[in-house]
């Protein structure tokens, strides 16, 4: 029965690799909404504890369940399920199978790290459904969404880069989350290995100040898709927090209060700069960063305080995803429901345009102090690029060329010429030979 | 030494089978490809009858006629030499098949001939057992190979067979001097008898010198290769694959042997000498070749490179260093006869020998650019061949004396072979701005040149066997132990 | 136990003798020609597979003829080798299905399929390779089965890149040949023994056995394409897609990894390389080759040159892996050999589908190919996030080993290397990726052919679904028996005797 915790990835994967071929697209794309199925099935009919061995697969790695974790992969499952039913015929028209293929493929990564037990198994989930995630933000192919798109990737990349190196640093082969939390009782590795996790999984989260892909990606992706990001932040970012800090079991007093002062910068930015926002799509984007920040402050809480970790995992399992759950049906009222969003839309606009201007201003106030250093990253670059690839190749070619001509110069063969036809006269020849003769005749004595 | 009895004196069939097949073939003009080929299968025997006795009996003598040492003629066969009659055999095997299709009947009655009889002087002289035997086999080699490069008539043949019989002539003399003075301080021809009776004096040195300097300028050594080039280049594909392949080769073998066997030890400068001379030769050579524009004066150069390659053994003298050189004599008598062959070909095929305008050669010659191909591996000494075996050989030898000089030199000489070897392949692939009339090549002729190169290859793949032949009553084997310092 | 003699003999014949017959064909019998092909790539794998059999049931495979006196020709089946081997040959077969479907009638096919023939001939004779000798005699035999495939179009652009070709290596087979000649001097024996046979007997001279190491790696350098000897690789790109497939991932960049390998493993012994301090300077060498391949590729538009530059510098991860000393680096190295060929060849399948299909060549013409053409990209967007390093696919678990090693050896400064390479993949692959996927598709593409039913033809499209199913299960499934991790994990027990 275990086996069936394996469907909770697969089903949606396998689902979305049959899409490729026409005719399962033309009759089975009614099944799309139910990839989210055994994820629900799982959370509501499997005892706590129910787990897997896949010692053959990564690096051995397992899948299991547990009481609060149950009711996260329900509403996540719930979402997915719900955005999946939203969309319905969006995934019919042009571009729709390729759109139905990165949902499944996102779907069966965020729904399988919900599951993981070791961190190999919970990275390799994330970076699938963080790919797939790229091409839903890509989908409407606009200019805005290639500039999301390419953010959001630079901000992936740099996440997993990050993560990866924990596991790199780990120095261990295979284990379960308790060898990672181990290593970060360890008083070595610890500082690395927090630092790591906590900008890793920040990046995702859209923590305030690494939060500068989200309101692109919000505004970019499809309106139906917008539940999707929140689940990302939540489901992978604030997820990953949870499984990889050793959150209960070690004392980390600096870090829990970095967290903490992180997490009230990033409320109250989100909070302040959202509120700044005219277009809907972008305050929720700015809510989900004050969101992380209010999670990264309990979790702050938690590390300075071990003792106060019972507690706090109902909190989080249940507030995160009753928050996205929350908003996404919020948001897909507003969607189906256009009186809804005439009045939001209405509302939002309603507020005085001179407050807007002053506070629409703050997103950029980062930015600039970047400029400088960018423009000058830029400079640097660019000599780089003209030395390595531009002045070196050239003066390469030149010497080579140089050669070429000298080798293949007229004087060269002249000389060759004139020495071997020297050679061949005959005075010169029998010289030689009498001096060949008398030498070697001289040299024996 | 246990000189053997043995009932048949296979020696002197090998002698005179190619005598008789060349009389024949004079007299009979009409039917001389056929003769000549009778003949040289029929060479097969006596060749392997005489390697087998060597191989299982060690060193044997004959006394022709009866007589013995001092008066008489004595042949005298060990490793070395059967091992240099089979590559004679094997080379003009190829050779004379080739042969049979390339010459038209006016040519051919006067190829027969004087090949075969080539042939036989070459038997005789790599079984000669006295010096002066020795000069006669080696003018009369002269003679015959000036004839052969004549053949092709025209007036670049005719200068550069010219030339040839002028240095021949001159070499023999030196040589014949050295004799006169030997005989006049010793009084015995045989090399055996006079090995033993040397002793360092002026006289010896000066015929030393004199002999030496008459058999390089007959191997052609750099720097007095210059009559090689034109005389191999010009003279018909088959002559320049006897040329290069066996003439060179005998005047190489009896400088070993006055070397090895007759005089005393020399001190290491005249060593160094003939060394750095060979050096000299494969950088020239190679530099000559990578510069010409006509394959065949490529190739012809390629001899002058290869044959620097022989005279690197002198300073170095370990026993590996022979086997090594006379490993490159085979690897090189059966590449560069493969190599002279297959231009031979190109030649026949196109009607030109410009290396930039080979024009697809190797889809519209695929045997014959095969063959090109094996042979110039076995040259450049790449595995699996003769060649690389023989610098194989050569290289453990100069590391383990400690002269590091010679393995640049080794190596430099192999990557300017590889640059000259690949230089034609590359434009054989290439389509040429000017086409030529082309002729169908016989199929024999395609087929023997690459047989030739198998051969070639074949050798990098059972060195054991020729090593261990070349080791029977061999006159380096009694110098191990007197190894340089 | 006569049979256990001959297998390998007969392993390496199983595609010489194949090849030998495939030159005299002529041109028009296709059919004669695809049977041979087939059948020597299918008896070679199965051979392979009877060897597996046997060494997993404790035979020891040996052929040992003279060649020498004191230097035999010895072909083994040993550890490394069986890593090799059977990469080799597998992807053999599949490249010769997709080579028989790219060259469809074009011409000087027989020529062609005999000296491919040769090359892996020649592949497996290295991979089998018991002594340095007969390694260095396959070696060469490479060099030379592949030039007659670079210049296989015969233009004018072939026949410098082939001239290229040949300088190249055979300075680098001089260098070889100096520095085996002078380490039969110093040590007496060739004989690849595990731990090394330098270090059996290390009374010989230290700085003369530095220079044996730096000529060896340096010949082997050429053909791995270490950094400032890679000039070769981009240039033999004029190449027919099957040779470069072939050039890339299983036969001559391979090879001269799989010589490093040897060399520093079988020849000096790691330990002993790392006592004579110069796997140090190896290590940096392959990291600057890593992160300058990287740099390069960034600027290339033209396709397979962009992926030219990309095996320059993943290539230079197996050299990283061995050179870093430990057992953990040293399977990440090991087994990249198997991943690097797998997703490489997946590339290289599709580029190669792409120009045969629409007569694409750079990418700045791939917009949109992914509607067109989307089993074709799929499959390289597979090799292309498994190039990045991306988990599950077979890239992730080298990158992994490799990272984990050097922090187990105290070389941190790997790690920032490893990253920066995987930042610099994404940044050259990722818009490729971007393009054929989201961009809008032209009008027309530059020259279009119609294969009917599929995208393309079955045998062009075949092969590179294969092996890129191939890097993914070789990542997904990296803890399973008998996958190239578990055998490079068994290689590195032996090597360091744990």
């Not at chain 2, 020696?11 to 009409?30: E, K, N, V």
């Not at chain 2, 060597?54 to 003629?73: C, D, E, K, S």
């Not at chain 3, 799989?258 to 790691?270: A, E, L, N, Q, T």
């Amino acid at each position: 029965m275990s086996l069936l915790l394996l469907t909770v990835p697969l089903l949606p994967w396998l689902l979305a690799l049959g899409l490729v071929s026409d005719s399962v697209y033309r009759k089975a794309n009614w099944l799309i909404p139910c990839a989210a199925l055994p994820a629900l099935a799982v959370s509501a009919l499997f005892p706590s504890g129910t787990s897997m061995d896949l010692p053959w697969l990564l690096l051995g790695s397992s899948l299991g369940i547990e009481t609060p974790v149950q009711l996260f992969l329900a509403l996540m499952g719930a979402v997915w399920l719900g955005v999946a039913l939203v969309v319905g015929s969006g995934f019919h028209d042009k571009t729709g199978r390729r759109l139905a293929i990165f949902y499944l493929l996102a779907m069966g990564g965020s729904l399988g790290l919900i599951l993981a037990r070791d961190p190999w198994l919970f990275f390799f989930f994330a970076s699938v459904s963080g790919y797939a995630l790229y091409g839903l933000i890509l989908h409407q192919g606009s200019d805005e969404a290639r500039k999301a798109g390419r953010r959001y990737l630079v901000v992936l990349i740099l996440g997993d880069l990050l993560l990866f190196e924990v596991l790199v640093t780990l120095a261990a082969e295979g284990g379960d989350f308790s060898t990672l939390h181990q290593a970060m009782t360890n008083p070595d590795s610890r500082d690395l290995l927090v630092g790591l996790v906590l900008v890793g999984f920040a990046v995702k989260a859209g923590l305030f100040p690494l939060h500068l892909w989200a309101p692109l990606a919000y505004r970019a992706v499809p309106v139906a898709l917008l539940p999707l990001l929140l689940a990302y932040q939540f489901g992978q970012g604030v997820l990953g927090w949870i499984y990889w800090l050793p959150l209960g079991e070690v004392a980390l007093p600096t870090w829990g209060f970095s967290m903490q002062v992180v997490g009230v910068a990033s409320l109250l930015f989100g909070l302040l700069v959202g509120m700044g926002q005219v277009r809907a799509r972008s305050i929720l984007a700015y809510i989900s960063v004050a969101l992380a920040g209010l999670v990264i402050f309990a979790m702050g809480r938690v590390l300075e305080q071990p003792d106060s970790w019972p507690m706090m995992p109902e909190m989080l399992y249940f507030v995160v995803p009753t928050t996205v759950c929350g908003m996404t049906i919020l948001w897909l009222m507003a969607c189906k429901i256009s009186p809804l969003r005439c009045w939001l839309n209405s509302r939002l606009n309603g507020w005085s345009a001179r407050r807007d201007n002053i506070l629409r201003k703050l997103p950029d106030i980062p930015l600039a102090f970047l400029r400088p250093g960018i423009r000058w990253l830029n400079f640097i670059t660019n000599r780089i690029h003209t030395t390595v690839m531009v002045r070196l190749p050239t003066q390469r070619d030149l010497f080579l060329t140089w050669i070429g001509r000298k080798w293949l110069a007229v004087d060269w063969e002249r000389t060759l010429n004139s020495l071997e036809s020297q050679l061949g006269q005959w005075s010169v020849a029998i010289s030689f030979l009498v001096l060949l003769g008398g030498a070697i005749a001289v040299l024996a004595l | 030494m246990g000189i053997s009895t043995v009932s048949i004196p296979w020696a002197i069939w090998t002698i005179l089978l190619p005598l008789a097949g060349s009389l024949l073939c004079f007299l009979l003009p009409r039917r001389a490809a056929l003769l000549g080929q009778a003949a040289a299968f029929s060479i097969v025997v006596p060749v392997a009858g005489l390697g087998w006795q060597v191989a299982t009996h060690g060193i044997q003598r004959y006394a022709v006629g009866g007589w013995g040492a001092p008066l008489g003629i004595d042949l005298y066969a060990d490793g070395l030499s059967s091992l240099m009659l089979i590559m004679t055999a094997l080379v003009g095997l190829g050779i004379s098949l080739y042969a049979s299709a390339y010459f038209e009947r006016r040519k051919a009655q006067f190829f027969w001939p004087l090949w075969l009889f080539l042939w036989a002087v070459l038997n005789a002289l790599f079984l000669s057992g006295d010096i002066f035997n020795l000069y006669v086999t080696l003018e009369l080699l002269g003679l015959a190979a000036v004839a052969l490069v004549a053949l092709a008539g025209g007036a670049d043949a005719l200068t550069g067979a010219m030339r040839y019989l002028l240095v021949s002539l001159l070499g023999s003399l030196c040589y014949l001097l050295g004799v006169a003075l030997l005989y006049h301080a010793f009084g015995t021809l045989d090399i055996i008898s006079l090995g033993r009776l040397m002793m360092p004096m002026p006289a010896v040195w000066t015929a030393m010198g004199l002999m030496t300097a008459g058999l390089l300028l007959k191997t052609a050594l750099f720097p007095l290769h210059f009559w090689l080039p034109p005389a191999h280049a010009s003279a018909p594909a088959p002559v320049s694959a006897i040329l290069s392949a066996l003439v060179v080769k005998a005047s190489f073998y009896l400088l070993l042997r006055l070397w090895l066997d007759l005089f005393p030890e020399p001190g290491a400068a005249p060593r160094l000498l003939l060394g750095v001379l060979g050096a000299g030769a494969i950088l020239w050579g190679s530099l000559q070749a990578l510069r010409q524009k006509r394959l065949k004066l490529l190739v012809a150069y390629s001899t002058v490179a290869q044959l620097g390659y022989l005279f690197l053994a002198f300073p170095l003298l370990i026993s590996a260093a022979w086997n090594a050189v006379v490993y490159f004599v085979l690897s090189h008598a059966l590449a560069k006869s493969a190599m002279f062959l297959a231009v031979g070909n190109i030649l026949y095929f196109g009607g030109h020998d410009r290396i930039d305008e080979l024009d697809r050669i190797v889809q519209r010659l695929p045997l014959t650019m095969t063959a090109f191909a094996i042979a110039g591996i076995s040259i450049i000494g790449l595995p699996p061949s003769g060649g690389f075996v023989a610098k194989w050989l050569l290289l453990e030898a100069a590391f383990s004396s400690g002269q590091w000089g010679w393995v640049l030199v080794v190596i430099s000489g192999s990557l300017l072979a590889a640059a000259y070897v690949f230089k034609v392949i590359g434009f054989a692939f290439t389509q040429a701005k000017v086409l030529h009339e082309t002729r169908a090549v016989p199929t024999i002729m395609e087929w023997t040149a690459l047989g030739l190169a198998l051969a070639a290859l074949a050798l990098g793949l059972m060195a054991p066997l020729p090593l261990e032949l070349m080791d029977i009553g061999a006159p380096w084997v009694t110098l191990i132990g007197e190894e340089l310092p | 136990m006569n049979w256990d003699e001959w297998l390998p003999l007969l392993i390496v014949c199983s595609s010489l003798l194949p090849g030998l017959v495939i030159f005299f064909l002529s041109e028009r019998k296709v059919v004669a020609r695809t049977v041979l092909n087939l059948g020597g790539a299918v008896a070679k794998l199965m051979l392979v597979l009877i060897l597996l059999w046997g060494v997993l049931h404790g035979h020891h495979y040996e052929t040992r003829l003279p060649l020498l006196p004191g230097l035999d020709l010895v072909l083994r089946a040993d550890a490394l080798s069986l890593l090799f081997l059977p990469l080799s040959t597998g992807l053999w077969l599949l490249t010769t299905v997709y080579a028989i479907g790219y060259l469809e009638d074009s011409p000087h096919r027989s020529r062609f399929f005999g000296f491919f023939s040769l090359c892996v001939t020649a592949t497996v004779g290295v991979a089998l390779a018991g002594n340095l000798m007969t390694f260095l005699l396959f070696y060469e035999l490479l060099t030379l089965s592949t030039y007659p495939l670079i210049v296989h179009r015969g233009t004018e652009v072939a026949r410098r890149a082939g001239r290229t070709y040949l300088i190249y290596t055979m300075l680098g087979g001089a260098l070889l040949l100096i520095g085996t000649v002078w380490l039969y001097g110093l040590a007496g024996t060739l004989e690849f023994t595990e731990g090394g046979f330098v270090a059996a007997g290390s009374s010989n001279s230290r700085a003369a056995l530095i220079a044996i190491f730096s000529l060896l790696i340096a010949g082997l350098g050429v053909k791995a394409a270490l950094a400032p000897l890679h000039g070769w690789l981009p240039q033999a790109m004029v190449a027919p897609a099957p040779v470069s497939a072939l050039l890339h991932a299983v036969a001559v960049v391979k090879v001269g990894a799989f010589g490093i390998v040897r060399v520093v493993y079988d020849v000096f012994g790691i330990e002993y390389a790392e006592w004579l301090g110069v796997t140090g300077p190896l290590a940096v060498l392959a990291a600057v080759t890593i992160l300058y391949g990287s740099i390069r590729a960034l600027f290339q538009d033209d396709l397979k040159r962009r992926l030219a530059f990309s095996t320059v510098s993943q290539v230079s991860y197996i050299t990283l892996g061995v050179a870093i000393v430990g057992p953990i680096a040293t399977i990440g190295g090991i087994v990249h050999l198997v991943h690097q060929g797998l997703m490489k060849i997946t590339l290289f399948f599709c580029a190669g589908n792409l120009a045969e299909t629409l007569g694409i060549h750079k990418v700045s013409q791939m917009n949109g190919v992914g509607h067109r053409m989307p089993w074709t990209m799929g499959a390289f967007t597979l090799g292309a996030l498994g190039m990045i390093g991306v988990p599950p696919l077979a890239g992730f678990v080298s990158k992994w080993y490799l990272g984990h090693g050097a922090l187990e050896a105290g070389q941190n400064w790997v790690v920032l290397v490893l990253a920066g390479s995987s930042l610099l993949n994404a940044a050259y692959f990722l818009p490729i990726l971007y393009a054929a996927w989201f961009r809008e598709p032209p009008a027309a593409w530059p020259s279009e052919r119609s294969f009917g039913r599929w995208e393309t033809a079955w045998a062009l499209l075949l092969p590179p679904l294969i092996t890129a199913f191939m890097s993914l299960l070789v990542g997904l499934l990296a803890a399973a028996p008998f996958s190239p991790l578990e055998w490079a994990r068994l290689i590195a027990t032996r090597e360091y005797g744990l």
